[in-house]
Protein backbone atom coordinates (compact mmCIF):
# COMPACT_ATOMS: atom_id res chain seq x y z
CA UNK A 1 0.00 0.00 0.00
CA UNK A 2 1.71 3.40 -1.39
CA UNK A 3 1.70 5.78 1.50
CA UNK A 4 2.41 9.23 1.03
CA UNK A 5 3.58 12.10 3.81
CA UNK A 6 4.18 15.84 3.52
CA UNK A 7 7.09 17.79 5.79
CA UNK A 8 8.01 21.34 5.71
CA UNK A 9 8.35 24.30 7.85
CA UNK A 10 4.39 25.24 8.71
CA UNK A 11 5.35 28.86 8.87
CA UNK A 12 6.99 30.73 5.65
CA UNK A 13 7.72 35.02 5.90
CA UNK A 14 6.19 37.05 2.79
CA UNK A 15 8.50 36.83 -0.29
CA UNK A 16 10.38 33.67 0.64
CA UNK A 17 10.25 30.36 -0.71
CA UNK A 18 8.13 27.66 0.68
CA UNK A 19 9.59 24.36 1.10
CA UNK A 20 7.46 20.83 1.54
CA UNK A 21 9.26 17.28 0.71
CA UNK A 22 6.95 14.23 0.01
CA UNK A 23 7.97 11.11 1.23
CA UNK A 24 6.97 7.72 -0.70
CA UNK A 25 6.45 4.18 1.31
CA UNK A 26 5.21 1.10 0.41
CA UNK A 27 6.89 1.31 -3.04
CA UNK A 28 9.40 2.83 -5.18
CA UNK A 29 9.37 6.38 -6.90
CA UNK A 30 10.88 5.27 -9.89
CA UNK A 31 8.65 2.05 -10.94
CA UNK A 32 5.63 2.36 -12.72
CA UNK A 33 4.62 5.06 -14.88
CA UNK A 34 3.32 7.51 -12.62
CA UNK A 35 2.99 11.27 -12.11
CA UNK A 36 4.03 12.44 -8.46
CA UNK A 37 1.73 15.86 -7.86
CA UNK A 38 1.43 18.55 -5.96
CA UNK A 39 -1.94 20.39 -4.98
CA UNK A 40 -3.17 22.42 -2.40
CA UNK A 41 -6.48 23.53 -0.93
CA UNK A 42 -6.72 27.09 0.95
CA UNK A 43 -8.93 27.19 3.60
CA UNK A 44 -12.32 26.96 3.31
CA UNK A 45 -11.96 26.76 -0.86
CA UNK A 46 -11.69 23.82 -3.42
CA UNK A 47 -8.51 22.16 -4.91
CA UNK A 48 -5.71 23.87 -7.27
CA UNK A 49 -3.37 21.74 -9.16
CA UNK A 50 0.47 23.28 -8.69
CA UNK A 51 2.07 20.85 -10.83
CA UNK A 52 3.38 17.28 -11.32
CA UNK A 53 7.06 15.27 -11.97
CA UNK A 54 7.15 12.27 -13.83
CA UNK A 55 9.71 9.34 -12.96
CA UNK A 56 12.21 10.34 -15.91
CA UNK A 57 12.34 13.48 -14.15
CA UNK A 58 9.95 15.46 -16.67
CA UNK A 59 7.59 18.22 -15.25
CA UNK A 60 4.48 20.41 -15.89
CA UNK A 61 2.96 23.17 -14.31
CA UNK A 62 -0.05 25.39 -13.67
CA UNK A 63 0.30 28.23 -15.92
CA UNK A 64 -0.80 30.52 -13.61
CA UNK A 65 1.78 29.54 -10.83
CA UNK A 66 4.64 28.06 -13.54
CA UNK A 67 7.16 31.17 -12.90
CA UNK A 68 7.24 30.30 -9.11
CA UNK A 69 7.24 26.49 -8.73
CA UNK A 70 9.80 23.91 -9.27
CA UNK A 71 8.79 20.09 -8.69
CA UNK A 72 11.86 18.00 -8.40
CA UNK A 73 12.76 14.47 -7.27
CA UNK A 74 15.08 12.52 -5.38
CA UNK A 75 15.07 8.80 -6.23
CA UNK A 76 17.73 7.87 -3.73
CA UNK A 77 15.59 9.23 -0.72
CA UNK A 78 12.07 7.80 -2.48
CA UNK A 79 10.88 11.83 -2.28
CA UNK A 80 9.82 14.55 -4.60
CA UNK A 81 9.72 17.97 -3.38
CA UNK A 82 7.98 21.62 -4.04
CA UNK A 83 9.40 24.89 -4.11
CA UNK A 84 7.35 27.76 -4.95
CA UNK A 85 9.00 31.41 -4.52
CA UNK A 86 8.15 35.19 -3.63
CA UNK A 87 5.31 33.61 -1.61
CA UNK A 88 2.37 35.80 -0.75
CA UNK A 89 -0.36 35.56 2.12
CA UNK A 90 -3.19 34.15 -1.05
CA UNK A 91 0.12 30.93 -0.55
CA UNK A 92 -1.55 29.89 2.49
CA UNK A 93 -3.18 26.79 2.26
CA UNK A 94 -3.19 22.72 2.71
CA UNK A 95 -0.85 21.33 0.77
CA UNK A 96 -1.07 17.61 -0.39
CA UNK A 97 1.50 15.51 -2.72
CA UNK A 98 -0.14 13.12 -4.40
CA UNK A 99 0.19 10.19 -7.04
CA UNK A 100 -1.12 10.34 -10.71
CA UNK A 101 -1.53 7.74 -13.19
CA UNK A 102 -3.78 8.53 -16.63
CA UNK A 103 -5.26 11.31 -15.17
CA UNK A 104 -6.36 9.85 -12.03
CA UNK A 105 -4.65 10.30 -8.37
CA UNK A 106 -5.26 7.74 -6.56
CA UNK A 107 -2.49 8.09 -3.84
CA UNK A 108 -2.93 11.54 -1.44
CA UNK A 109 -1.05 12.57 1.83
CA UNK A 110 -2.55 13.48 4.63
CA UNK A 111 -1.95 17.01 3.75
CA UNK A 112 -0.20 20.22 5.26
CA UNK A 113 -0.95 23.40 6.45
CA UNK A 114 1.09 26.23 4.97
CA UNK A 115 0.99 30.08 6.51
CA UNK A 116 2.46 32.96 5.13
CA UNK A 117 3.04 35.36 7.71
CA UNK A 118 5.51 38.18 8.60
CA UNK B 1 -8.34 28.87 -17.40
CA UNK B 2 -11.15 29.07 -14.95
CA UNK B 3 -12.33 26.41 -12.27
CA UNK B 4 -15.05 23.69 -13.36
CA UNK B 5 -18.31 25.20 -12.61
CA UNK B 6 -20.45 23.18 -9.93
CA UNK B 7 -23.04 23.85 -7.33
CA UNK B 8 -22.01 25.05 -4.11
CA UNK B 9 -24.37 22.08 -2.30
CA UNK B 10 -26.96 19.45 -3.05
CA UNK B 11 -29.40 17.86 -0.46
CA UNK B 12 -31.40 14.40 -0.41
CA UNK B 13 -32.61 12.24 1.83
CA UNK B 14 -31.42 8.50 2.74
CA UNK B 15 -32.28 6.25 0.03
CA UNK B 16 -32.77 8.50 -2.56
CA UNK B 17 -30.27 9.70 -5.79
CA UNK B 18 -28.59 12.58 -6.36
CA UNK B 19 -26.46 14.27 -9.26
CA UNK B 20 -23.62 16.77 -9.12
CA UNK B 21 -22.81 18.93 -12.30
CA UNK B 22 -19.66 19.79 -13.41
CA UNK B 23 -19.67 22.50 -16.38
CA UNK B 24 -16.51 23.32 -18.11
CA UNK B 25 -15.75 23.85 -21.84
CA UNK B 26 -14.74 22.64 -25.36
CA UNK B 27 -11.15 22.59 -24.06
CA UNK B 28 -11.41 20.52 -20.96
CA UNK B 29 -14.46 18.52 -20.26
CA UNK B 30 -16.01 18.67 -23.60
CA UNK B 31 -12.60 17.53 -25.22
CA UNK B 32 -11.35 14.80 -22.77
CA UNK B 33 -12.72 11.90 -21.74
CA UNK B 34 -10.47 12.32 -18.68
CA UNK B 35 -12.96 13.55 -15.76
CA UNK B 36 -12.25 12.29 -12.26
CA UNK B 37 -14.27 13.02 -8.98
CA UNK B 38 -13.02 13.12 -5.43
CA UNK B 39 -14.84 12.66 -1.93
CA UNK B 40 -13.43 15.16 0.50
CA UNK B 41 -14.43 14.81 4.40
CA UNK B 42 -13.80 17.14 6.89
CA UNK B 43 -10.18 17.65 7.45
CA UNK B 44 -8.97 15.05 5.39
CA UNK B 45 -7.42 14.37 1.97
CA UNK B 46 -9.79 14.06 -0.83
CA UNK B 47 -10.55 10.26 -1.93
CA UNK B 48 -10.79 9.19 -5.82
CA UNK B 49 -13.98 8.20 -6.28
CA UNK B 50 -14.61 8.32 -10.34
CA UNK B 51 -12.19 8.64 -12.83
CA UNK B 52 -12.00 8.49 -16.86
CA UNK B 53 -15.42 9.71 -16.44
CA UNK B 54 -17.10 6.81 -15.44
CA UNK B 55 -14.50 4.07 -14.03
CA UNK B 56 -15.08 3.68 -10.47
CA UNK B 57 -11.37 2.59 -8.76
CA UNK B 58 -11.49 -1.10 -7.03
CA UNK B 59 -13.20 -0.43 -3.30
CA UNK B 60 -15.48 2.47 -4.65
CA UNK B 61 -19.37 1.51 -4.16
CA UNK B 62 -21.23 0.86 -7.15
CA UNK B 63 -23.68 3.61 -5.58
CA UNK B 64 -21.55 6.42 -7.50
CA UNK B 65 -21.79 6.16 -10.90
CA UNK B 66 -20.05 8.97 -13.49
CA UNK B 67 -21.22 10.69 -17.04
CA UNK B 68 -20.46 12.96 -19.02
CA UNK B 69 -22.82 15.15 -21.67
CA UNK B 70 -21.06 17.34 -23.90
CA UNK B 71 -19.18 20.42 -21.28
CA UNK B 72 -20.72 18.60 -18.79
CA UNK B 73 -19.49 16.16 -16.64
CA UNK B 74 -22.32 14.93 -13.92
CA UNK B 75 -21.71 12.41 -10.89
CA UNK B 76 -24.71 10.54 -9.50
CA UNK B 77 -24.85 8.89 -5.92
CA UNK B 78 -27.63 6.73 -5.42
CA UNK B 79 -29.06 5.41 -2.14
CA UNK B 80 -27.39 7.83 -0.12
CA UNK B 81 -26.16 7.51 3.19
CA UNK B 82 -25.14 9.66 5.85
CA UNK B 83 -21.42 8.30 5.02
CA UNK B 84 -22.03 10.13 1.58
CA UNK B 85 -22.01 13.69 3.37
CA UNK B 86 -19.33 15.24 2.09
CA UNK B 87 -17.69 18.11 -0.26
CA UNK B 88 -17.25 16.68 -3.63
CA UNK B 89 -14.63 18.04 -6.59
CA UNK B 90 -14.49 17.10 -10.59
CA UNK B 91 -11.25 17.78 -11.98
CA UNK B 92 -10.41 17.90 -16.18
CA UNK B 93 -7.63 17.14 -18.07
CA UNK B 94 -7.31 20.56 -20.21
CA UNK B 95 -4.28 19.99 -22.62
CA UNK B 96 -1.08 20.41 -22.16
CA UNK B 97 -1.10 23.85 -21.50
CA UNK B 98 -2.95 24.16 -18.74
CA UNK B 99 -3.15 19.88 -17.85
CA UNK B 100 -5.65 19.80 -14.84
CA UNK B 101 -8.62 22.27 -13.59
CA UNK B 102 -10.50 21.43 -10.65
CA UNK B 103 -14.30 22.15 -10.14
CA UNK B 104 -15.48 24.68 -7.47
CA UNK B 105 -16.85 22.12 -4.95
CA UNK B 106 -20.05 20.95 -4.01
CA UNK B 107 -21.63 20.15 -0.58
CA UNK B 108 -23.53 17.25 -0.09
CA UNK B 109 -25.84 16.86 2.84
CA UNK B 110 -27.75 14.33 3.60
CA UNK B 111 -31.06 15.37 5.31
Known amino acids: QVQLQESGPGLVKPSQTLSLTCTVSGGSISSGSYYWSWIRQPAGKGLEWIGR???????NYNPSLKSRVTISVDTSKNQFSLKLSSVTAADTAVYYCAREKGARTDYWGQGTLVTVSS | QSALTQPASVSGSPGQSITISCTGTSSDVGSYNLVSWYQQHPGKAPKLMIY???KRPSGVSNRFSGSKSGNTASLTISGLQAEDEADYYCCSYAGSSTFYVFGTGTKVTVL
Open chain 1, 53 to 59: IYTSGST
Open chain 2, 52 to 54: EGS
